[in-house]
């Protein structure tokens, strides 16, 4: 059985730093698109950041410049830093990733429980 696991979230003051890690497990073939979304209350869910098995990445304007998306692909885990936190980064975290199970060969996303960070003074 594949699944996420994320960890890092928590409670930070404006203009602080978080680390968020996600790990996937289980019986996993390879590992393609690993990412970050977020969903802050009344909210859609969008996208904060994503990274390719190659290297590439994606971030939304929002973050540009404060976040940074990185991964060990030995590990199948992926990373969110994130500095200069703003009260607007509040919301729930979604780690993310399209990978192929041993089991199918096929590939599927695949979804964190969420990590809930706070912004506040």
């Known amino acids: 059985q594949v699944q996420l696991v994320e960890s890092g979230g928590g409670l930070v003051q404006p203009g602080g730093s978080l680390r968020l890690s996600c790990a996937a497990s289980?019986?996993?073939?390879?590992?393609?698109?690993m990412g970050w979304y977020r969903q802050a209350p009344g909210k859609q869910r969008e996208l904060v950041a994503d990274t390719g098995s190659g290297g590439s990445t994606n971030y939304a304007d929002s973050v540009k410049g404060r976040f940074t998306i990185s991964r060990d692909n030995a590990k199948n885990t992926v990373y969110l830093q994130m500095n200069i936190l703003k009260p607007e980064d509040t919301a729930v975290y979604f780690c993310?990733?399209?990978?192929?199970?041993?089991?199918?060969?096929?590939?599927?996303?695949?979804w964190g429980q969420g990590t809930q960070v706070t912004v506040s003074s």
């Open positions: 289980g019986n996993i073939f390879r590992v393609d698109i």
């Open positions: 993310y990733a399209r990978l192929w199970p041993i089991a199918t060969m096929s590939p599927y996303a695949y």
